[in-house]
């Protein structure tokens, strides 16, 4: 009966047919990332893996630059330009790289030995194998990569969301701590000038040792609140800078003050099913789950042989006729019967449920912390706004009535004055407070990138079977 034959040549052709099937996608998984800021924020995100990328960026940054920047205008900048965030997209290339590996199977294998004994002959054998396991778990360890590719590019979704967020709020306090400042130079100014004006009138013996002590400990307090403002001022802004990826903090400017609040809050119902849906750490974890399924079943056909190859054999030895055959080789369960790697890959499987469970307690009690915080503030911010600083305002021109009808001194006119800027001063806080709360919130629908898996820590992709040279 004549053996069936297959060339070198064929077995080869065969192998690059299969491994082809598996490339590289155009945009590489970050249309996601890109569709969901349009979706989310309204902005682009970009992804520099050119030098015509890069210059297009830069030009894009110096026309935001040229006016002073919104709260979107700074979280588009670190979408283009923050180093970090780059970096992260990175894990799209690394993560599809091992996606399209786990796409094609092992490389063949050649073996040549030659020998030549005492008398001279020569006796020459050949191999060529071909990795059978591995050709036979391909759909599954495809399977798996490609829930593992899918979570990277949540994940990586998910922080460019968070350093959107970031920005935003470092926005919020660069400009609230701006706006601070512009007031605390108000109350430094007259306590200055009170502590001044006190201090010729008890040099001209008009006034009381103890009351001009107590304008300039007035004024000494104001000037250490200043200084506090100063610094709060400029580390809001070198935080903004470093989130956008610029050098100097002062190649942008700020608007003069916060954004007015919104005309309602938003409601906590509708809120808590949005999180549920659109939580990207919840569906990650999913995800991960999913592929340790796979990785279960994997485990499961590989338990007793991971390695199986058949190749072709060839045999030339001295003046005998060339000899020619098959050679099978497997692993001989003897010792490891893969007990050990299913209860493992069970156990993950089952670490990876509760952890679904994990998240989603957790996303919904971070959801319903957010929003009572968001809520508060925005409660706050609108006391303050509409009832402290009318109320402060009537109460200054009372004062100054009063005080041309030479019924109020000049320092209770001056302490008053103090008062009413403190007033305004609490009345940004509170709105800084809330678009911090707003921003929060925002992040608590998206999800933590940490519990994503990024740099590294997602489960490891179901090894191809050994026996190969890829």
């Known amino acids: 009966m004549k053996q069936p034959t297959m060339r070198p040549l064929g077995m080869a052709a065969f192998a690059i047919m299969l491994g082809g099937c598996a490339t590289f996608s155009e945009d590489r998984g970050f249309g996601l990332t890109q569709q969901t800021a349009a979706q989310r924020l309204g902005r682009d995100a970009v992804w520099i893996r050119s030098d015509s990328d890069a210059q297009s960026v830069r030009q894009k940054v110096t026309a935001l630059l040229a006016q002073p920047l919104s709260a979107d205008d700074a979280v588009q900048i670190a979408l ?9 997209y990175a894990e799209l290339g690394i993560s599809e790289s091992d996606l399209v590996s786990s796409g094609r199977i092992d490389n063949p294998r050649f073996a040549f030995m030659r020998v030549i004994n005492r008398e001279n002959d020569v ?6 194998s071909f990795g059978v396991m591995s050709l036979i778990t391909l759909p599954l360890r495809m399977e798996a990569a ?5 979570g990277t590019r949540r994940a990586v979704t998910a922080e460019m969301l968070r350093t959107a967020a970031d920005t935003r709020k470092a926005w919020v306090q660069a400009v ?3 706006q601070t400042l512009q007031y605390m130079a108000q109350v430094k100014e007259s306590a200055e000038a009170g502590a001044e004006l006190a201090r010729r009138m008890a040099r001209a013996g008009n006034f009381a040792r103890l009351t001009q002590m107590r304008e300039h400990a007035f004024y000494a307090d104001a000037a250490a609140q200043m200084a506090r403002a100063q610094h709060a001022a400029t580390a809001g802004r070198e935080q903004l800078t470093r989130l956008m990826g610029l050098t100097d903090p002062a190649s942008f400017s700020l608007p003069q003050r916060l954004p007015d609040l919104p005309g309602a809050a938003r409601d906590e119902d509708a809120i808590a099913r ?7 750490d919840i569906a990650a974890a999913r995800l991960e789950a999913e592929s340790l399924a796979a990785s279960l079943g994997l485990s499961r056909i590989t338990r007793f042989t991971n390695v199986l190859e058949i190749g072709r054999a060839r045999v030339d030895e001295g003046r005998e006729p060339r000899k020619r055959g098959w050679e099978v080789g497997f692993d001989i369960p003897l010792f490891d019967f893969g007990g050990a790697r299913i209860a493992g890959a069970e156990a993950r499987y089952m670490q990876a449920a509760e952890r679904i469970r994990e998240i989603a307690v957790t996303a919904q009690s971070e959801v319903r912390e957010a929003y009572s915080s968001y809520r508060t503030q925005h409660d706050l911010a609108r006391h303050y706004r509409d009832e402290i600083v009318p109320l402060r305002k009537k109460i200054s021109d009372e004062m100054l009535l009063r005080y041309n009808g030479m019924l109020k001194s000049v320092f209770e006119l001056l302490a008053d004055s103090r008062e009413q800027v403190l007033a305004v001063n609490a009345t940004i806080e509170a709105q800084r407070d809330f678009w911090l709360a707003e921003s929060d919130l925002q992040m608590a629908l998206i999800g933590k990138p940490s519990a994503l898996g990024l740099g590294g820590a997602m489960t490891p992709m179901p090894a191809k079977p050994a026996g190969g040279g890829h």
Request: aromatic share 6%; net charge neutral.
């Open 123 to 128: 006796k020459i054998e050949s191999l060529l």
């Open 80 to 88: 283009y330009n923050n180093p970090g965030l780059q970096a992260t």
């Open 176 to 178: 609230a701590a701006a």
């Open 274 to 280: 949005e999180a549920l849906q659109e939580r990207l």
């Open 146 to 150: 490609g829930r593992r590719f899918e």
